[in-house]
């Protein structure tokens, strides 16, 4: 696609549900990436996926974070479990490794936890 | 110490001035350096790139890097009200892969 296509664009759930979010990167980008951004605060990284490297995982904040990223495109974050403070906006980037110019975000998922 | 430090701001310019927005790293192996500029509710969108030390301009806007201060900074002339968001620090230790921002400064121009 022409962008990064996140959905939902918004997401209310109960604490203790489980929540899917998805990432659509722009097509031909082979990384992508995991971000989180709580309410006036900075961009938290969360997890990376390069071509068909292992994920690197070391942002993930608990093992109730988990995401794949399916035939090198699509990519689903999933939080078990969700607790007040999961409370964020999630986004997603894509780039292409051949040019260092940064990320193409998307607009973003904004979860809350009541 | 933070990796990519940012003063939080408010910073407020008249408009017209020039905004002198600063960041400092705490890698020193990093490689790539990145502007993002933040609305209110949006995503990041990159505004400038820079690789090598010293100064690289795109219209309005100018980066410089010093690495061996560990230093970049983006200044932006000829203020606008609509240049008012957060701008994000981001560095980058390789060519390609995980970001670090900073926290990002708030900018506001005022009329």
């Known amino acids: 696609g022409a962008g990064v296509s996140q959905s939902p664009s918004n997401k209310v759930t109960e604490k203790g549900k489980d929540v899917e979010l998805r990432c659509d990167p722009i097509?031909?980008?082979?990384?992508l990436y995991w971000y989180r951004q709580s309410l006036g605060q900075g961009l938290e990284f969360l997890i990376y996926?390069?071509?068909?490297?292992?994920?690197?995982k070391s942002g993930l904040p608990s093992d109730r974070f988990s995401a794949e990223r399916t035939g090198g495109s699509v990519s689903t974050l999933t939080i078990q479990r969700t607790q007040q403070e999961d409370s964020a906006v999630y986004l997603c980037?894509?780039?292409?490794?051949?040019?260092?110019?940064?990320?193409?975000f998307g607009s973003g998922t904004r979860l809350t936890v009541v | 110490q933070k990796e990519v430090e940012q003063n939080s701001g408010p910073l407020s310019v008249p408009e017209g001035a020039i905004a002198s927005l600063n960041c400092t790293y705490s890698?020193?192996?990093?490689?790539?350096f990145f502007w993002y500029r933040q609305y209110s509710g949006k995503s990041p969108e990159l505004i400038m790139s820079?690789?090598?030390?010293g100064d690289k301009e795109d219209g309005r806007f100018t980066a410089q890097l010093n690495k061996a201060s560990q230093y970049v900074s983006l200044l932006i002339r000829d203020s606008q009200p609509s240049d008012s968001a957060t701008y994000l620090c981001?560095?980058?230790?390789?060519?390609?892969?995980?970001?670090?921002f900073g926290q990002g400064t708030i900018l506001t121009v005022h009329p």
């Open positions: 996926f390069q071509g068909n490297s292992a994920p690197d």
């Open positions: 890698d020193r192996g990093s490689q790539s």
């Open positions: 981001a560095v980058m230790r390789t060519s390609y892969g995980k970001l670090t």
């Open positions: 820079i690789y090598s030390n």
């Open positions: 980037a894509s780039s292409s490794s051949m040019e260092a110019y940064g990320y193409t």
């Open positions: 097509s031909g980008h082979t990384a």
